[in-house]
């Protein structure tokens, strides 16, 4: 048990590359590390600080690593390597100044003692350090850059986080009418055809091409290193509605649920140099619609994420598989089954067990692909997905946004999104969309 043990820990060492020979046995509070290293150096003991610094630097600490290079530079207590010594200065230059304080609770978060981690994660400072951890290698060469990460690290209202972009648009504009979709049957077209009325006429479709579109999405960093290798786990929830404010009775046509659970690990300094891989995520996520019979939609995925930075650009590379689920009988995809003298009548189960939308992957395809890009007080954005000829058919979608301070606000921001393709709503990911949106968002996120 003791080898196997022993392996995975090595086996993690190596994918997150977080681990580093060299420290102290037993490691001691940061802010006491920080304090029993500066001691040290003026004393001029520099082979003894050099474990205290090479900790702290590996958890992010700017002033650490400032440090670590001099005394690579200046050959102190290590033999002198100017290779090392600007790598270090590099690194802290490029790195999000966020060190600079020491959190209260912190120290217990870098604990050898796994139940000392533990409890750490109750503390108020396991969610903020975590958010200023998952900045830390971010780079902030420009104004833009540091004022929204400032923005974000902050962590307030509870540990709960702004996640996707949260925005209220009351211009959606839509090419085509949306269709509306009954519950106990497939659709209006085949009720007629089966039942000889002409309903699709008059519920067929909402009456306006211009709906309300709105979305909240928060987050919580529920651990930070509890399993001593810079990770953070994460819990997530995002809510999407469309509102046919302008149609007669003003029905909400479409509300999107997903929750969502991830783990995010720091990628290896070389990695995060060489490409600018700054993290990892794995997930799982969820959607469904919260309807039933015919109006159904869900579905289950895990997913891998990369989340890579280029100066002022950021963007993240997804791929997922989704979890399969036992098929519904093909009369009801079909929406009707055959009486005993062959005639068509409606299919009586609309709420069969079953996957509601087998072919969504024929739609959504197996990924995505985001970038946020800052230039001065504007922010662009975009989603790209593709299906790769998936169901024998190209499909995919395209998303761009720009956003802009309202008035100078730091929390309130004009809002321009124009999306085209399949998936934006479960109700409809199987029907080409194009739509233009205006209004303001209340947040900014950067992956």
């Not at 600007?86 to 304080?101: D, I, L, M, N, V």
């Not at 109750?122 to 903020?128: I, K, R």
């Not at 149609?247 to 929750?259: D, I, Q, V």
């Not at 990924?367 to 593709?386: A, N, W």
Request: aromatic content about 16%; some cysteine.
């Amino acid at each position: 048990m003791k080898r196997i043990i022993t392996a995975v820990a090595a086996l993690l060492c190596i994918v997150t590359g977080t681990l580093s020979a060299g420290e102290p046995a037993k490691e001691i509070p940061a802010d006491v590390a920080f304090e029993k290293a500066r001691t040290l150096m003026q004393q001029k003991r520099f082979t003894e600080a050099l474990p205290y610094l090479k900790r702290l630097a590996k958890h992010g600490n700017k002033a650490a690593m400032y440090q670590l290079a001099n005394l690579y530079e200046k050959g102190l207590g290590v033999p002198q390597d100017y290779k090392k010594a600007t790598e270090w200065y590099r690194r802290a230059a490029g790195s999000y100044a966020y060190t600079r304080k020491i959190l209260k609770g912190q120290a217990d978060l870098f604990s050898d003692d796994f139940l000392q981690r533990l409890k750490a994660q109750f503390s108020d400072a396991s969610s903020q350090a975590a958010n200023e951890a998952m900045l830390a290698s971010l780079e902030t060469d420009t104004k833009e850059t540091r004022s929204l990460l400032s923005e974000i690290a902050s962590g307030r209202f509870f540990g709960l986080q702004p996640y996707k972009t949260n925005y209220l648009l009351p211009a959606a504009y839509a090419s085509n009418l949306y269709a509306r979709h009954p519950s106990a049957y497939k659709s209006y077209a085949l009720y007629d055809r089966i039942m000889q009325t002409n309903l699709y006429d008059q519920y067929g479709t909402y009456g306006a091409h211009t709906e309300v579109e709105f979305q909240f999405s928060l987050k919580k960093n529920l651990t930070y290193n509890l399993f001593g290798f810079g990770e953070i786990i994460t819990a997530a929830y995002t809510q999407h509605s469309f509102w046919q404010l302008y149609s007669a009775s003003s029905p909400f046509r479409e509300t999107n649920y997903m929750p969502e659970v991830f783990v995010g690990f720091p990628t290896p300094p070389s990695i995060n140099e060489s490409v600018g891989l700054k993290a990892v995520r794995f997930g799982f996520l969820h959607q469904s619609n919260g309807q039933e019979g015919y109006r159904s939609r869900s579905w289950n995925r895990l997913y891998l994420q990369g989340l890579f930075q280029r100066e002022n650009l950021f963007f993240t590379a997804r791929v997922w598989y989704r979890i399969p689920e036992a098929d519904k009988s093909a009369d009801y995809y079909r929406g009707y089954t055959l009486d005993a003298s062959g005639n068509p009548i409606l299919y009586p189960d609309p709420n069969e067990a079953g996957d509601d939308n087998p072919d969504i992957v024929d739609y959504m395809g197996y990924g995505d692909i985001s970038f946020r890009y800052l230039y001065k007080r504007h922010q662009f954005g975009g989603l790209v997905r593709y299906n790769f000829n998936k169901g024998g058919q190209s499909r995919g979608a395209v998303q761009l946004e720009w956003s802009y301070p309202f008035l100078g606000s730091k929390s309130t921001f004009w809002y321009l999104k124009l999306f085209n393709g399949y998936g934006e709503s479960l109700i409809d990911y199987n029907r080409n969309v194009t739509k233009l949106s205006f209004g303001f968002s209340f947040s900014r996120g950067i992956f």
